[in-house]
Antibody, heavy 121, light 109 residues
C-alpha cells in the first residue's frame, strides 16, 4: 500500500528556512493522477493547506504562504520536499505530507504520520 | 479557520450525533465537502469525500450531507472508538485551494 513518511529537523531558528522531505513508498510520484501536498497543524489548532505539486512539476501555493514557500519533486528518489523561509514562532506546527486523491477530487486520501517542527532560538 | 465548526460535541453509545460545518458560496456553496477524522496523536484520516463516498474500511455509520453553504457529518450508532476530532474541508474558489474547519472534538460519554 502507499505510504508517506516525513523527515526533517524538529527545531528551526527564527528567520531561518524550514526544510522537510516526504518519501513515498508503494507508488511512483511520477505516475497516476495525484497531487502531492503539504498541510500543517499548529498545536491544538486546525489544519492549514500549504502547497501541492503535480507529477508534471506544476505547483500550487496557499496565497497566505506563497511568498515564503517552495515545493519540489525528486522523481529519482520518489520524494517531494517543502521549504519555508523566514520562519517565526507562528510556523510551529505538525507538518503532514499527504496525497490529494485526483484532479477531480480535492480530498486527501493518504497522509504521513506528521513531523513536529518547533521554531525557537 | 475559513469554515466554522462547533468546538465540541458529545453523545452516548448507540446515539446519533451530527457535526455542522458552515462556509460561504465560494467554498461549501459551490463545492464538495470532505470530512476527516483525527484520533488522538495521529494523522487525519479521510472519512467522507465526493458525493457522500466513504473510503474502504469506513463504516456506513458515517454519512455526510450539504445544504446551501452548510454541511453536516452524521454518526449513527455512536461507539467509544468514534471519540476523535472531526474536520470539514472544501475547495475555496476565491483562494484557489482547499480550506478547513477548525475541528470539532467529539466525546463519547
Amino acid at each position: 500500500q502507499v505510504q508517506l513518511q516525513e523527515s526533517g529537523p524538529g527545531l528551526v531558528k527564527p528567520s531561518q528556512t524550514l526544510s522537510l522531505t516526504c518519501t513515498v513508498s508503494g507508488a511512483s510520484i511520477s505516475s497516476g493522477d495525484h497531487y502531492w501536498s503539504w498541510i500543517r497543524q499548529p498545536p491544538g489548532k486546525g489544519l492549514e493547506w500549504i502547497a501541492y505539486i503535480y507529477k508534471t512539476g506544476s505547483t500550487y501555493y496557499s496565497p497566505s504562504l506563497q511568498s515564503r514557500v517552495t515545493i519540489s519533486l525528486d522523481t529519482s528518489k520518489n520524494l517531494f520536499s517543502l521549504k519555508l523561509s523566514s520562519v517565526t514562532a507562528a510556523d510551529t506546527a505538525v507538518y503532514y505530507c499527504a496525497r490529494r486523491l485526483s484532479s477531480s477530487s480535492d480530498a486527501f486520501d493518504i497522509w504521513g504520520q506528521g513531523t513536529m517542527v518547533t521554531v525557537s532560538s | 479557520s475559513v469554515l466554522t465548526q462547533p468546538p465540541s460535541a458529545s453523545g452516548t453509545p448507540g446515539q446519533r450525533v451530527t457535526i455542522s460545518c458552515s462556509g460561504s458560496n465560494s467554498n461549501i456553496g459551490n463545492n464538495i465537502v470532505n470530512w476527516y477524522q483525527q484520533l488522538p496523536g495521529t494523522a487525519p484520516k479521510l472519512l467522507i469525500y465526493g458525493k457522500n463516498q466513504r473510503p474502504s474500511g469506513i463504516p456506513d455509520r458515517f454519512s455526510g450531507s450539504k445544504s446551501g453553504t452548510s454541511a453536516s457529518l452524521a454518526i449513527s450508532g455512536l461507539q467509544y472508538e468514534d471519540e476523535a476530532d472531526y474536520f470539514c474541508a472544501a475547495w475555496d474558489d476565491s483562494l484557489s485551494g482547499p480550506v478547513f474547519g477548525g475541528g470539532t472534538r467529539l466525546t463519547v460519554l
